[in-house]
């Protein structure tokens, strides 16, 4: 059973920075695609960034030049490096693996999740 675990959410102001990391108990899942997802209080899960094999990389809008999605295989760890973070950001954190395919940023693409980390960015 593949299992991803966060870490490194916390709390901070408006314009700090935070580097979310996904640790994956087996490599195969490192490979095709895989996502950071967020869900704030009363919204639906939403996409915020992907890494394909070969490394192509993709973002919802919100985020584009602020966040990094990168990967460390020989960790098996996927990170999210946030920067100029702002209260909109405030939201549970969650990796997904195991692509199905389709839309990189549909939670009904991914089989395995993690169970998630806080982000809370005050102003």
């Known amino acids: 059973q593949v299992q991803l675990q966060e870490s490194g959410g916390g709390s901070v102001q408006a314009g700090g920075s935070l580097r979310l990391s996904c640790s994956i108990s087996?490599?195969?899942?490192?490979?095709?695609?895989m996502g950071w997802f967020r869900q704030a209080p009363g919204k639906e899960r939403e996409g915020v960034a992907s890494?394909?094999?070969?490394?192509?990389?993709y973002y919802t809008d919100a985020v584009k030049g602020r966040f990094t999605i990168s990967q460390d295989n020989a960790k098996n760890t996927l990170y999210l490096q946030m920067n100029s973070l702002k209260p909109e950001d405030t939201a549970m954190y969650y990796c997904?693996?195991?692509?199905?395919?389709?839309?990189?940023?549909?939670?009904?693409?991914?089989?395995?999740w993690g169970q998630g980390t806080q982000v809370t960015v005050s102003s």
């Open positions: 997904a693996a195991g692509w199905y395919g389709g839309n990189w940023d549909s939670q009904h693409a991914y089989k395995y």
């Open positions: 087996e490599l195969p899942y490192m490979s095709t695609c």
């Open positions: 890494l394909y094999s070969g490394g192509s990389t």
